[in-house]
């Protein structure tokens, strides 16, 4: 590479070809070939360092130059290790990537062939040729930041890694760099959410410099003039209303609501404190506390009530209780109370609002010993009313994860959770451990989330910001995403809404199914699927490229998807067609015994076909030959999350979406277009163009 430290700095992209051999002659290395890469940076920098066209398995790490040595800094315990900022170590020969927000000075690389140490590194794999890409450039093209003072310190939206510093070990991260919702990605497709959102909570300070500008206001209502205006029998409700109070004053002794506020709809790019989700926006601030430290269920009617009627489509809801009853029991219960909740919801829904509810925070041992055991498992005991997420299509119950990527310590857990967002975390982080092996833990609240607190109450920039974790953090993420989302095209639905989230979002397995399969919100994927919005069928048609399969990953347990399904036939013979539900793009189905059985097994064919795979409405469907026919369907969401792959059977042989499965080990179907599949009797015959069948979906709704 020609010299002893590369410089990098920000705009700019320098990409090397180099081998192991080559870095060992000029960089310190050790006996079992890693080699550690000195760098300098000239100005602060964004930036992703990648390592591709590896020829082997290579891990990658970064860390700071300590001044005094010129080299790494070393943990004092165990075993002298380098003190790592961040890591890549995918398996195999994967490319690796590590992201970074450096300030100026001097860093390494350090690059880790996985050789055995007895095996050593052969010559050839020292000399073998890879890339080494170290990017200022890319970030600063494809995202936009806002220019609020305190985003640095939002890991939540753009997550650089929060570096502690301690003279011991050099600066370390006390998260995961880039473990965020992908704000910055998102921002540069779309910041306005110029639509009510209404925050259901304790009072809001209407006056806090990052919120004012972006407060709802009641057209119909003359501000100040002591008269009820719109006839809503409130008098002078610009911005919301006080429901324990009966008046238009919000009480904010309690810091909970603004802080929720904040977090979905701080005013963004004004050169002060925070940024919500969204830049800009109208929040409905609605008081159901009243100063109080509970609430009462007619005031949280009321006020669902309330920003129902006055056009909110969005609704957040960070607020709650654990029931000793199981969901089912609790919402089949004839308690007037639940009827009435249900009704509200109803109410909701019929007028295609939004609706995002924090999970609850019951999710740690303590609550498991002092109120009762697996109270924060969502799937067995009830945390009302994020519990009617199981019913009604349109609301998201909204689980808590961490700057770590992991779920949060005390967020309740279950696979009726719709999606995990960043709640934050207690304030200790482990960053090492001692001689005996005890935890050293950092003490800090920046792994919290950081918004508004009511002006001069705060302890963060000019004391009106400050920190808190909690699901009640993590759900006006999620609603402040939706604002966003609904924004980008108006005839996208309450429920399409809950689907393009869902649809967006990672499967993060560290999130130990504490979610419905894994799923944690990204704003920039989620944005895309908006922006592109077709209806349904974008959803539906997710992995189609993979295998000719129809997508139902999407919809939760509560709603449907209806459309209607056509086939024709231009084959001689008649065929029956039907459908099966499959876990993946792979095809893998679950025998009786809970097995996983995949196309190639023996026993595919029975399992697949079980009933209990089978799709109801759409099986065992006669297509004669030159023939068509249609069906209507109305196909359910699944708490594993399913697709449906097709099947034919033709005479005696059954033919199915994966070439493993098939007798003759021969690819028979295939995706025409967007949810669109063709069928192959004969292939590489006259029918080999897979049209003897085409089958065709076409989605109205979800429900």
């Known amino acids: 590479m020609g010299s002893e430290s590369i410089q990098i700095q920000s705009g700019e992209l320098k990409t090397f070809s180099t081998s192991l051999g080559e870095l060992q002659s000029i960089h310190p290395s050790d006996g079992a070939g890693s080699v550690f890469v000195k760098f300098s940076v000239l100005d602060a920098v964004n930036l992703n360092i990648t390592l591709s066209q590896l ?52 860093y390494w690389l350090r690059i880790v062939p996985q050789v055995g140490f007895a095996q050593g590194l052969s010559q050839d794999l020292r000399d073998a040729k890879f890339e080494l890409s170290l990017d200022g450039k890319t970030f600063n093209d494809t995202t936009l930041l806002s220019d609020d003072v305190l985003l640095d310190q939002q890991w939540h939206l753009f997550n650089t890694g929060i570096v502690g510093d301690w003279r011991d070990r050099g600066g370390q991260w ?37 919120l004012i500008n972006n407060l709802w206001i009641n057209s119909r209502e003359i501000p100040g003039n002591g008269d009820d205006d719109d006839g809503n029998g409130k008098v002078d409700d610009i911005h919301g209303w006080n429901f324990v109070n009966d008046s238009p004053e919000m009480n904010i002794d309690e810091s909970h609501g603004t802080h929720v506020a904040g977090i979905a709809g701080a005013q963004g790019n004004n050169q002060i404190g925070v940024s ?25 009617l009321d006020a669902i009530y309330y920003a129902v009627d006055n056009g909110a489509k969005v609704i957040n809801m960070s607020l709650g209780g654990a029931f000793k009853l199981t969901p089912q029991d609790f919402l089949n219960s004839q308690d007037p109370e639940v009827g009435r909740f249900k009704s509200a919801l109803q109410h909701a829904y019929e007028n295609d609002v939004f609706v995002a509810m924090a999970s609850g925070n019951d999710g740690t041992e303590y609550f498991d010993r002092n109120k009762w055991d697996s109270v924060g498992n969502f799937d067995a005991y009830t945390s009302q009313p994020a519990v009617f997420s199981q019913i009604f299509g ?34 200790s982080v482990i960053v090492g451990v001692n001689a005996l092996g005890d935890p050293i833990y950092a003490n800090t ?54 689907a393009i989230l869902r649809a967006g979002a990672i499967q993060n397995s560290r999130l130990n199914s504490g979610v419905n399969q894994n799923y944690q919100a990204n704003l920039y994927y989620s944005l895309q699927l908006a922006q592109n919005w077709q209806g349904p069928d974008s959803l539906t048609g997710i992995g189609q490229e993979i295998a000719p399969v129809l997508n139902l990953s999407s919809l939760t347990t509560a709603q449907r998807l209806t459309g209607s399904l056509g086939m024709s036939g231009q084959a001689g013979g008649d065929s029956l067609i039907g459908f099966y539900q499959v876990l993946d793009t792979e095809g893998t189905v679950i025998d009786a015994l809970g097995n996983a059985v995949r196309p190639g097994d023996a026993n595919y064919q029975s399992v697949a076909l079980n009933s209990g795979n089978l799709v109801d409405g759409l099986n065992g469907l006669n297509l004669d030959g030159n023939s068509s026919l249609t069906r209507d369907y109305a196909l359910s969401g699944s708490l594993s999350g399913v ?8 005479g005696a042989d059954t033919w199915f979406a994966w ?11 295939k995706a025409l277009g967007p949810n669109q599949f063709g069928f192959a009797a004969m292939p590489g015959s006259s029918g080999g163009d897979f049209t003897d069948v085409v089958i065709s979906f076409s989605s109205d709704q979800i429900l």
Do not use: C
């Open 394 to 427: 349109n609301i998201a119950s909204v689980g808590s994860s961490n700057a770590q990527n992991f779920k949060s310590s005390y967020s309740n857990y279950g696979q009726s959770i719709s999606i995990s967002a960043p709640g934050g975390d207690g304030s």
């Open 55 to 106: 020829p082997g398995d290579y891990d990658l790490y970064i860390g700071q130059i300590d001044p005094e040595t010129g080299g790494p800094y070393f943990t004092v315990y165990p075993f002298d290790q380098p003190t790592v900022l961040n890591s890549s170590t995918n398996p195999g020969s994967e490319p690796e990537n590590v992201f970074a927000q450096l300030e100026p000075g001097e």
């Open 659 to 669: 070439n493993e499965a098939n007798a003759d080990g021969i690819v028979r179907f």
């Open 174 to 210: 006390l998260a995961a760099p880039n473990v965020d919702i992908g704000a910055p990605e998102a921002w540069k497709l779309a910041v306005d959410a110029d639509l009510p959102i209404a925050i259901i909570d304790t009072g809001v300070d209407v006056k806090h410099p990052d």
């Open 643 to 650: 697709y449906l792959a097709p099947y034919v059977i033709s």
């Open 276 to 300: 919500g989700v969204a830049w800009n926006t109208q929040l409905m601030v609605l008081d159901v506390f009243g100063g109080k430290p509970t609430y009462e269920n007619s005031d949280l």
């Open 445 to 498: 609240s920046r792994t919290e989330i950081l918004s508004t607190l009511p002006v001069g109450t705060g302890d963060v920039g000019d004391g009106n910001y400050g920190y808190l974790a909690g699901t009640s953090m993590a759900s006006p993420v999620i609603a402040g995403m939706a604002g966003l989302i609904r924004a980008q095209n108006a005839s996208i639905s309450a429920p399409e809404t809950l």
